[in-house]
């Protein structure tokens, strides 16, 4: 069969059996290389974990004594807390008809130091109705 550009166009007879070749997808080494990457994943994302995991402060059990120190506000909106020195988490709370909360980590060094907490430092506002 011509076309009209001169060219021949071949259809393919569709009664000829199509030849099928069988590929054995699951080889011994394939299923040991499949094991061998899922136990490397596994074990990567563990020590991903463990590296992070230590990374984090452990001497909050050595000022155990410290941590749930609980201030109220003088007339002037200030407070004064005694903490050794080390790291910390300021967590604090000031309620009425916006709530803000502040949670600050500090590193105390020295014999005074003064944190302002004001809205723009604040962790979350949330609004009472």
Known sequence: MESRTGLQLRYRDQHLPEQRTFVKTQSIAFG???WTLRTA???GLFSAG???YQRLPHDVVS???NVNNKTILDQKGQSTVAVSPGN???HAVLSGEE???WRLPISVSGAKQTIELDPRNAYTRTKNF
């Open 32 to 34: 040991l290389a499949t």
């Open 41 to 43: 994943l596994l074990l």
């Open 99 to 101: 709530d803000l909360e």
């Open 50 to 52: 463990w590296l992070v």
């Open 63 to 65: 000022n155990a004594e």
């Open 88 to 90: 910390w988490w300021v």
